[in-house]
């Protein structure tokens, strides 16, 4: 029998505030108060990180903390690779949302001869690039790793060869390139986009579900729209950002926007991707216990959300 692996990624190298890195013990500190077993019941791994590189002087300026970063992607490959011979169903909670590239190189790793499928529920595109990027954060350039795209129609941007040498590394990772390609990916919630990346994910006709679309059509039909949309794929990795979220509720993150999901929704999103028997990994991210203003309230839902799909995930394992 197949069962849960949680496995916790600190790193925040990718992410342009400090704290995203200590989500994991925040949700954990969310369970002990609510008197939850949910890590007893699923006894967590936890990968190193190189948070503490976060104190280096700044050497790629379009690619913030890169070499680390790569060093990070193998680490949560390898991982993922592990947890899938073992016939184990991880999911993941890291730091900030470039380590999302990590578990993606992974599961092509386990899996190279299959499609994979990416639903990504965030309020940004995360398809920047070193040529693109307005902060340098490899935070909002994990889905460009996945597709090695550079975006170079849309560059603003001129990195030095340090930081080319280590994005081509990057995109490298496990010896396939490009992971997914764009009629493989689906966004849900994406409200929040610079014009390089609104040019590329219109360019390529990438599925967006808007939040004001879900509610009109609800969620039931845009999970089983977007199921369909990636029948051609073996397996679907989902990645759920907190930002995905309405700033209201989600002040717990590094990147808050306004008209978001609320708690029930997302709720209902991930307990309803979690029934799919081609979903293989769910991560969630970006949840910064620093930046909540609300107690530990990003943390607790984060806690929920986890609780719901797992439920959904082992009543099919």
Known sequence: MKRIKIISVNSELGAGTRGAGMGFDAIRVAAWTKGSKYFKEHPPTILPSNNDEVLD?????????????????KRIADVVVECMKKKEFPIIISGDHSNAGGTIAGLRM???????????IDAHSDVHTPYTTPSGNLHGMPLA??????????????????????????????????KISFKDLIYIAARDMEKPEKYIVKKNNVKIYSVQKMRETGIQFVVEDALRRLDHCERIYVSFDVDSMDANVSRGTGTPVKSGLYESEAFSLMSALGKSEKVCCVELTEINPTLDNKKNLMAEIALEILEQTTIEIEKRL
Do not use: C, H
């Open 57 to 73: 002087d700044i050497e790629t300026a379009y690619a913030v903390k890169i070499e680390y970063i790569v060093e990070m992607y």
């Open 110 to 120: 386990a899996f190279p001869k299959e499609k994979l499928g990416v639903i990504w």
């Open 145 to 178: 790793t996945a597709l090695a795209v550079d975006n170079k129609v849309s560059q603003i941007n001129n990195p030095e060869k340090k930081t080319i040498d280590a994005w081509e590394r990057l995109k490298k990772i496990g010896g396939i390139s490009p």
